[in-house]
């Protein structure tokens, strides 16, 4: 048994000799000579190693979509809040059109008709007048509301404040008293009579207050005018 033994070796070192023998691509022998194998050599080199520890270590991006996901929502709110103020300014106070007859109560109307009134309402006028009188002895009391949009109301009631005067006398003066803005101003229709108007603007309504007592007491119809318009702008207030 032991003198076979050398036979056995040279003969298992010939059938290793006749086996082909296996050979590696150049860059796979540099890559096993010097360690810095990649991907494609089967294993992980040195030179990756620093960048699959950079990988390792940053943060995972889907962990920032909540982030995201909030920052986005909350410019969506910040401009949709914009958006609805920025519309409401441009649109005024008032959504509908005040009713005019309700400005005013019939106390009031009472007053300075000198008797039980009827208020006729067509919009946008409100016109309140005692039966039975003619149109001589009938005090005239009228209330006209106008709605838009802010900007157009802030033209409108400029534009009828600068009206040329015409029949209207020279007293037109402006008012603090209510409303954004206000001014009133006297009128001689003809027939004897003196008419007051008060105009106010209030957002984007603009309210016309016409009163003409029978004759041509224009301190009556002045004060008339402005009780009027101070009632009214008080209830469109509380609206």
């Known amino acids: 048994m032991q003198g076979a033994a050398p036979a056995d070796v040279h003969q298992r070192a010939a059938q290793s000799a006749d086996r082909p023998r296996r050979r590696f691509p150049p860059e796979g022998r540099k890559a096993a000579q010097t360690g810095t194998g990649d991907a494609r050599s089967g294993g992980l080199g040195l030179r990756a190693l620093p960048h699959y520890a950079a990988a390792m270590m940053s943060p995972s991006r889907p962990e920032r979509a909540p982030h995201v996901a909030l920052a986005a929502a909350a410019i969506g709110v910040a401009a949709l809040a914009f958006w609805l103020y920025q519309d409401r300014t441009q649109q005024g106070d008032f959504a509908a059109d005040p009713r005019p007859c309700t400005l005013v109560s019939a106390e009031t109307a009472g007053r300075l008709l000198a008797g039980p009134t009827d208020a006729v309402e067509a919009l946008p006028y409100c016109n309140w007048a005692v039966p039975g009188l003619g149109s001589d002895a009938q005090p005239v009391l009228q209330i006209q509301v106008s709605r838009s949009g802010l900007d157009e109301a802030r033209v409108s009631f400029q534009r009828t404040k600068e009206e040329p005067e015409g029949k209207m006398g020279p007293m037109t003066t402006d008012l603090s008293d209510f409303g954004d803005e206000a001014f009133s101003r006297v009128r001689y229709p003809g027939g004897g009579r003196v008419t007051n108007e008060v105009f106010f603007r209030r957002s984007n309504v ?28 008080a209830t469109l207030g509380k609206g």
């Open 206 to 233: 603009v309210v016309a207050v016409r009163y003409a007592p029978v004759g041509d007491d224009i301190d009556h119809a002045q004060a008339g005018a402005y009780d009027v318009a101070a009632e009214a702008a």
